[in-house]
C-alpha cells in the first residue's frame, strides 16, 4: 500500500522559513516524479512545483526563486524547502506522486 506522508508544516511570519517533509513507502521511490501542491482557502488545489526521477525539477512562477524541492532517494523522502515565505503561500500543502495523495499539512504565514 502506497503512504504518503507530509510533516513540517506551521505557523510563521512573513519572510520565514519552513521546509516540509514528504516520506513515502510502498512504491520504488527512485523511479517516480514527486509533486508538492497546496490548496488555499476557497481556492482550488495548485502545482506549487516538481521533482523528477533524476532531480530535474520545475516550479510555478508564484514561489520561484523563493522554494526548492530535492529528494533523498535512500530515505524516500522528498522535501520542499520554503524560504521568504509570504501571506499568500498559506495554504494545505501535499505532496503527490500520481495516483496518490498524502494528507497534507498546513502552512501559515502571517503578516
Known amino acids: 500500500q502506497v503512504r504518503l506522508v507530509e510533516s513540517g508544516g506551521g505557523l510563521v511570519e512573513s519572510g520565514g522559513s519552513l521546509r516540509l517533509t514528504c516520506a513515502a513507502s510502498?512504491?520504488?521511490?527512485?523511479?517516480?516524479?514527486m509533486n508538492w501542491h497546496r490548496q488555499a482557502p476557497g481556492k482550488q488545489r495548485e502545482l506549487v512545483g516538481s521533482?523528477?526521477?533524476?532531480?530535474?525539477?520545475f516550479y510555478v512562477n508564484s514561489v520561484k526563486g523563493r522554494f526548492t524541492i530535492s529528494r533523498d532517494n535512500a530515505k524516500n523522502t522528498v522535501y520542499l524547502q520554503m524560504d521568504n515565505l509570504k501571506p499568500e503561500d498559506t495554504a494545505v500543502y501535499y505532496c503527490?506522486?500520481?495516483?496518490?495523495w498524502g494528507q497534507g499539512t498546513q502552512v501559515t504565514v502571517t503578516s
Open positions: 503527490n506522486s500520481n495516483p496518490h
Open positions: 521533482i523528477g526521477s533524476l532531480g530535474d525539477t
Open positions: 510502498g512504491i520504488i521511490f527512485s523511479g517516480y516524479a
